[in-house]
């Protein structure tokens, strides 16, 4: 009986607090938002994707021309090397091997660009993205907003309105 009179105070506080936690549970309001479908879907991002487009397409048809000039300069040297000097054959390859490491290197500096130019241009889709959020929790009374989850409701999804307030222009 000692032990139990002891006790009681947390028993009396956990079965309270267990009774409360129904209640609090039906006023918290939960929502979710996929950002991969907000970086397809909102003009914004379709708007940044254009722009990198524009900018970079001509380096990279510059490194797709390039690609097939060597490939095809390395398939003549390959049909025309049998009957080559050996010392011909040499200053060919390494003509061919200088070449390729120009290629290679530009390429890289291109994906490098590219991929910070991305970075940039997602960054400023994702701020004017949670501002939208932000906007959006505040108006509804959200309590909590995610935007990653192993599992998410369909019904807790926001996802489409904040792309809608995006488009039309709301949180700029």
Known sequence: M??????????????????????QAQEFKAGFVNTDRVFRE???????????????SKRE?????????????????????????ESQRASRQRALADQDRDFQRKRREFQEDLSSRKSEELATVLERANKVVKQVAEAEKYDVILQEAVYIN???????????????GNGK
């Open 154 to 168: 369909p019904k807790l999804d926001i996802t489409d309105k904040v792309i809608k307030a995006m488009n039309s």
């Open 61 to 85: 048809k510059e490194l797709v021309d390039q690609g097939n000039s060597l490939k095809s300069v390395n398939d003549k040297f390959e049909r025309e090397a049998p009957t080559m000097s």
């Open 2 to 23: 000692t032990s139990l009179s002891r006790h009681l105070p947390l028993v009396i506080l956990l079965g309270s607090m267990a009774a409360a936690v129904p209640a």
């Open 42 to 56: 909102a003009n914004s991002a379709k708007a940044a994707q254009a722009k990198l487009e524009q900018e970079f």
